[in-house]
Every structure is written in C-alpha cells, then in structure tokens.
C-alpha cells in the first residue's frame, strides 16, 4: 500500500493561510489538491498549482526562488507530467509543499516579494487578477463506469423491468468509452443537447428535438497516474500506483436520447455533449486516512475473479467521501434564495473499487495513458435521499421490490423548489452544484470543492 498515513495528515497542523484553518474549509493544509490556472499575464501561461484555503500556491514561482529543490519538481510540469511521477516522488512534492505552508515555517511566509508573485487569493473559479482555474488535467481519453449496484438496479429496473440487473454485472466493472473532448471545467454552460427520442409507442417513428428528460450523474472521476504500455497489464496490486487521485464528475445525461439509443452498443450522444469535473485533483496521498472496506456483497453474490481479488484491496479498496447534490433554479438565484439540496449519498457504497475498474480495464492489454479520466459511475445508495441522478430520485417505485415498476417520464414524484417551481428533470436556467468531501474522527476534513453547471436552453436551428 503505497499511500501511507504520515506527518503531512497530522489535524494538529495549521497553516500561515489563515483561510486553510477554518474547520470548514475544504482546502486545509492536509488537503493540497493539484490544478491548473491559465494566468492573466502577457503569455496567457498555464501553471500548475496547489489549492490552500482560498489561494492557490504556484509550484513554479517556488521552484524559480529555489524552495522546491530536492524534490525532483520539474519546471514548467503540468498535472499531467505530475501524473508521470513515481508515487513516492510526489510524496516527496507534498511533503515540501506542507512543511512551506506550515503555520511555523518563515521561508515563504515572510517572504513577501515571493509570497505575492506565488500565492494567489481566489474568489470562486476567479482570482483577484482575472487568474482562471481550468481543468486540473486535459484527459486524452475517458472510460465511464457503472460501478454502483444501487444505480444499477435502479436504472435496470426502468429500463428493463422484468430483468433489471444483467447477468454480468456481478462478475464485470460494466464500463464504456466516452468522450474526452467534451469534459468541460466546473462553471461551464452547458446547451440542453438535441436529438432522437425513443417512440412514444413500440414501433412508432422516434421524436426529434431538445431533450426533454435531462439530467445529472453523480460520480468521482479516478485520474490515472502512470500508464501502462499497449499489451501490458496492471495487477490489482499495483493498481493504485496508477492513480493520481480524485475529482467530482457530473456525467450528464440525456435520458430520452439514451432510451432510444443504448442497445445494443451502449450510450453514445446521450452521454458526450457534456461531462463537468471540479477544478481540483485530490490526491490519492491525501485521501489516505478516508480509506474503507469494499462495500458488502450480498449474500450469495459471486466473489471477483481472482484477477481482480486482493485482501488489501477487500480490506482498504474504498474511499469513504460523501457526496452532495444542489440546485438552484434560475428563479431562485433572481430571487436571492440559496441552493437547495437534491441528495447526499456515499462513494464507500460502490460494487466495485477504483482499484479493480484500473485492473479490469487492462487485462486485455489496454493501454491506460497518464491524466486519462475514468467516471466510477452515478453514486447511489439504498435510500430514497442517496440516489445520485434525478432519474432515481424522482421516480416512487422501491428498487427492490418485486417486481419493480415505473418507465422514465410517466408518474414521477416531482421535486418542489421553495419558488414553488417543480422538477422531474432538469429545467432550462437550473444550476447543479456537486460538492464532495471527508470526515473521519481524528483526522482534519478535506473537501473536493465545487462542481457547477448551468443548463442554457437548446440552440435555435433544430
Ligand atoms: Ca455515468
């Protein structure tokens, strides 16, 4: 297990940031997630940084007044470069980082000229200087998994009622390829996506036009540290020295699109107009005091194929981080009124680890390449409150009852915003906001930030 419990965790630690020791805040000196901010200077340069409170450190001003040295940080490196990195090098990046923002530590604290040019305040996505976070990495490609048994069945029971979970499920982290083209930072709009709709009628002609069911998908997305070569594997023991670390993920999703279109090769443009990730990368160094047990099979459930089983994967394979979905309608923000929140459920509830989906991913010689994004699938739990999309939320029927009932868009329990509005899906002017974070007794909070869309209304020409 390379990612060890060690001082740069210690909840005692504060920082000279003053913002990083308020007990709420996402971004304490134990969190350090890595971004990247397209710079508002002459060159438009995009560095690398680390989110701290409410600033962001640049590693390359450090680097440059010489307080990185010894830590093998290459100038100019990108996330993705990070990404490249041996894990006990980039513990050796952290373990710097924290000592320099440490409360006790005066080498950049009291160095003001330094301090000015390195640590920049953020207001939201936005510093002070018109600074913009991006993308905390541009993934080349993205791999969309399934991997809540919750959704699973919850979704299988709508759209296959007489057979809601399909006999691979237990045995296969279902995955598909998605798009890498579209995955867009937090706060960008979003266009409600046009297309064909599924017959309102078996064997009637499909509909055409903005989609009418939208919606959101709750997941994390896995970023991959080191690659593997073409032909090669990566072993479920190795499996998380090729992880960098996580992000929120809106995967969002066009159910009338998608009803129509899945079978038989799965999604495809109800899925790749537009996936949404937060504009930082916890790192897997930081998460690991928030690791868990492998969520309970049920009894009688097949064990994974011994590809894809190590105890220390059973034992320590999951990652306790809730989850959080908001809204705010167009109306309620006219209206000055806050957010409201949609749901809140728990990544620890997943059938299958980040570890395995790495494996399986692989087995077959697949080359995963650094940065690349791998969607765990929408994050559902047992309760009603924990479901992860609206599509289960909205929808009455008990999952595990028999037989399950209800298709998508027929006698939906719609959600009541305070403006009086109701919602089934996602309306045009809605905000989703996704936040994510952990808590553990003995150990500070950490927090993934934000993950926001708004939907604009679909273009004019159809
Ligand atoms: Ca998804």
């Avoid at 894990?87 to 000592?99: E, G, H």
């Avoid at 969607?375 to 029927?397: N, P, Y």
């Avoid at 006698?411 to 808590?439: H, S, V, W």
Wanted: net charge negative; hydrophobic share 35%; glycine share 8%.
């Amino acid at each position: 297990m390379p990612y060890a419990i060690d001082e740069t965790h210690d909840p005692k630690l504060t920082s000279w940031v003053e913002s990083a020791n308020d007990p709420q805040s996402d971004f304490p000196i134990q969190n350090l997630p890595w971004c990247q901010v397209l710079r508002d200077d002459e060159d438009e340069s995009l560095q690398t940084g680390v989110r701290i409170g409410s600033c962001v450190v640049i590693l390359d001003e450090l680097d440059e007044a010489g307080m990185l040295e010894g830590t093998g940080w290459i100038y100019g490196a990108d996330v993705e470069v990070i990404s490249e990195l041996d894990p006990a090098d980039r513990n050796v990046i952290r373990k710097r980082l924290s000592q320099l923002l440490s409360a006790d530590c005066a080498d950049l604290r009291d160095n003001s000229d330094l301090r000015e040019r390195a640590v920049i305040e953020f207001r939201g996505d936005v510093s002070e200087q018109g600074d913009i976070l991006m993308l905390p990495v541009f993934p080349h490609d993205y791999t969309d998994f399934y991997a809540s048994i919750n959704h699973a069945t919850n979704v299988g029971s709508m759209f296959r009622p007489d057979n809601p979970l399909l006999p691979n499920y237990k045995h296969i982290p279902i995955g598909y390829h998605g798009r890498a083209s579209s995955i867009v930072p937090s706060g960008t709009h979003i266009k409600r996506p046009i297309g064909q709709q599924a017959p309102a009628e078996d064997g009637g002609s499909p509909a055409f036009g903005p989609c009418k069911l939208l919606d959101y998908e709750m997941e994390m997305g896995a970023i991959i540290g080191r690659g593997n070569e073409l032909g090669d594997h990566v072993t479920i023991e190795e499996a998380e020295d090729h992880i960098l670390g996580l992000c929120i993920l809106n995967d969002w999703s066009a159910r009338d699109l998608q009803k129509w279109e899945y079978v038989p090769l799965g999604p495809f443009l109800a899925k790749n107009f537009a996936s949404t990730v937060s504009p930082y990368i916890v790192t897997m160094e930081a998460l690991a005091p928030f690791r868990c047990p492998v969520a309970e099979r049920a009894e009688g459930d097949p064990q994974p194929l011994p590809y894809m089983f190590n105890e220390q994967n059973q034992k320590q394979g999951g990652f306790d981080i809730t989850l959080e979905v908001w809204i705010a309608s167009e109306k309620m923000r006219e209206q000055g009124m806050e957010p409201i929140r949609l749901s809140k459920g728990n990544f620890r509830d997943m059938y299958w680890t980040i570890a395995q989906m790495v494996t399986h991913h692989t087995v077959n010689g697949c080359n995963l390449n650094p940065g690349d994004l791998l969607g765990s699938g929408t994050v559902s739990g047992t309760t009603r409150d924990s479901r992860g999309s609206l599509l289960e939320l909205t929808w009455d029927g008990d999952p595990f009852a028999e037989p399950p009932v209800l298709v998508p868009g027929t006698q939906r329990t719609p959600i009541k915003l305070p403006t009086g509005e109701e919602r089934k899906f996602i309306a045009d002017g809605d905000e989703i906001i996704m936040k994510a974070y952990c808590e553990r007794e003995g150990y500070r909070r950490i927090g993934f930030g934000e993950c926001r869309g708004i939907i604009e209304p679909a273009r004019a020409n159809t």
